[in-house]
């Protein structure tokens, strides 16, 4: 069940309409940076986000399932990739105890987070001077889906409005998806 379900996340991840390359490219990673990817499900993002930061890097795969977290950490130690750190979390509670974080990456997991606010003005304290959150959630447009239907979206003001008072503001939005916002912010202090 498991690895079905890892497994469905990564092959929507790395399909056409994810367009993860572009993702990648928009968020102009360097070797050496440290990312949490909030919400690491099968690990597609922090794959690809460990091959860039390279061995003087390290991808903090953040996730409430153990089992995720297990199968990443097998698969990532199987594909070569020692600098990937699986860290089991509490749904309202950033786990990471490192004050250089330069990105933390959410994709599809920000409308899972019960108290943002609070959530991202905690996570401040892990981001290094200049330190970015990407956001990628889905934003209610698009008809009926699973994710309307399910209220699996949040709305891009809301989004906006929730960061800005977590002590964020917003660099870009970026209008690549249909039915998702891409949004990428930075502390104000
Ligand atoms: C829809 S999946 C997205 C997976 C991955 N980000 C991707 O793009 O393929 C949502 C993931 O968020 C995780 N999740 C839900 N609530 C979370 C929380 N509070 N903190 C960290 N991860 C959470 C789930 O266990 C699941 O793996």
Do not use: W
Not at 5 to 26: C, D, L, P
Not at 127 to 141: F, N, Q, T, V
Not at 180 to 189: E, G, M, R, V, Y
């Amino acid at each position: 069940m498991i690895s079905i379900k890892v497994r469905m996340f990564n092959r929507k991840a790395s399909s056409a309409k994810s367009q993860s390359e572009a993702i990648v490219r928009t968020l102009s990673l360097q070797p050496g940076q440290h990312i949490a990817d909030i919400g690491s499900g099968g690990g597609y993002f922090s794959l690809l986000f460990a091959s860039l930061v390279g061995r003087e890097g390290k991808v903090y795969a953040v996730d409430t399932n153990r089992d995720f977290l297990k199968f990443l950490k097998i698969d990532s130690e199987k594909k070569g990739f020692y600098n990937i750190e699986t860290v089991l979390a509490e749904q309202d509670v950033f786990p990471v105890r490192d004050k250089y974080l330069d990105m933390a990456f959410l994709r599809n997991v920000y409308h899972h987070l019960p108290d943002r606010v609070n959530y991202f003005r905690n996570l401040s304290e892990c981001l290094k001077k200049g330190a970015r959150i990407a956001i990628i959630d889905y934003d209610g447009r698009g008809g009926l889906s699973f994710h309307r239907l399910f209220g699996h979206y949040v709305p891009k003001k809301t989004i906006v409005k929730e960061m800005e008072d977590a002590g964020y503001r917003l660099l870009e939005d970026h209008t690549m998806f249909a039915e998702q916002s891409f949004l990428i912010f930075s502390p104000c202090k």
